[in-house]
């Protein structure tokens, strides 16, 4: 039996099976278009992502000191080179390829630019051990018996070993506290520094921001602080505290009568900062004889431990502020 359907009927169907196919068309049409971005920013990732993934494998290379920062160097150079040879055999095919060029174009650029930024590692190379010496401790403010404590530095150059930099030394009659080995992580720390610096993205002049956080919390700038900060060849860093503590003395906020060496750099509001050259400090104070040494809290446990070492006769205490600086003062006077 055949059942035989009107045309309105037969109408309504085809209507409906070509939306329905139109649908389905629809959704193919977008999901493929959804699968080519999909894969075009896979490649775009690839392409950004391979490039420093090869420079952080040499980076790392370098700071475990497997490799020197001439072979750092060369390697970037190197893949720079094969990208580029590679994009000039794209852009010489007939076939047209415009995402691939794109994307060695930037992988190219990417590689070029980490290899300017680490370029300037050849600079540093030739550094290879730093001597720190005596410096006699400075009363900046006279009679205030308030010490800083510096410490002199030496960069010795294109000598392989330790033995053969202390021989140097010896040779030219030069007395230091001690010598250390300059490591890769250290000279790129310096050259990054130094980066930053020429960027203006940090303080290049340690001695001036010194100036600004002291004057700034004591309110005023007096001749014998100006006359301390204008000598030549001064890093006035971490005498911060002690100028700050001298500068309270001045102004007759409390006195002292017992030799203190103090180390510190400060901020404008009187809070401590951390510094370096503890050891360097300590073996200073010991040969001046001075009984008593104040340091930024961030360096207490690394001043209680090379006292231990050094076996040092000198009693260490520990601040965090300016005013908690006057208070170890003024018990020190009290007790003396």
Sequence with gaps: MYYVRNSSQISSIFSIEFEIY???YGTMKTSLSWRLIVAMNKSKVVSITLPILYYLLFLISYLQEAITELL????LLVGIVILGIWLTILLLKKRKKPGKRKNIAIATSILTVLFCYEFVLLGYASVTHIAYRYVQPDEALAGSSIYSIGVGEMEIRNVESMQAA???LLQERVKVLSIIEVTNRMIYGVKNRQLLTWLHLRKGNLTEDTR????????KEDPWLKNFLDRPKIDAYSAGLSLALNGRVKEGDFENHVPIAVTGAVNENGTVLTIGNIKEKIQIIEKTGIPYF???SENAKEAATIKKELHANVEIYDVTTVEEAIQVINRLNETR
């Design 166 to 168: 202390k021989e140097l």
């Design 212 to 219: 600004k956080n002291v004057t700034r919390y004591l309110g």
């Design 22 to 24: 139109s649908n389905m």
């Design 72 to 75: 750092f160097v060369f390697f």
């Design 294 to 296: 104040i340091v930024p």
